[in-house]
């Protein structure tokens, strides 16, 4: 059972830069059931959620939504479990809890538009952009 715990998160500027980390536990990456997809997604209030990054972690190499391709980047350290996303140029509108994800069955691709796909989830970590 891969437990899922993100943190980084807190209060900035806009135009200033968080790095959120999302450390796995119970879960090696790239067992010998196959390789891992991880995902981070976010909720702002009232709102649905969304993809933002995901990565296969052995040989694969980040997706970002439009939204904030150019500005955050999502990385791996496999000795440590960990996925990072770090965040750039921040917007108000970035403004949201993000969480990160772990899929073992993503046949239909490690895509953030496939949510349904990621069967464990962390706790969340609120981030706040003020302007």
């Known amino acids: 059972q891969a437990r899922l715990v993100e943190s980084g998160g807190g209060s900035v500027q806009a135009g200033g830069s968080q790095r959120l980390s999302c450390a796995v536990s119970?879960?090696?990456?790239?067992?010998?059931?196959?390789?891992?997809?991880m995902g981070w997604f976010r909720q702002a209030p009232g709102k649905e959620r969304e993809g933002v990054a995901t990565l296969v972690i052995v040989g694969g190499t980040p997706s970002y939504a439009d939204s904030v391709r150019g500005r955050f980047t999502m990385s791996r350290d496999n000795a440590e479990n960990t996925v990072y996303l770090q965040m750039n140029s921040l917007k108000p509108e970035d403004t949201a809890v993000y969480y990160c994800?772990?899929?073992?069955?993503?046949?239909?691709?490690?895509?953030?538009?496939?949510?349904?796909?990621?069967?464990?989830w962390g706790q969340g970590t609120q981030v706040t952009v003020s302007s």
């Open positions: 119970g879960y090696t990456f790239g067992d010998i059931y196959g390789s891992t997809c």
């Open positions: 994800a772990l899929s073992r069955s993503w046949a239909a691709g490690c895509l953030i538009t496939r949510s349904e796909d990621f069967a464990y």
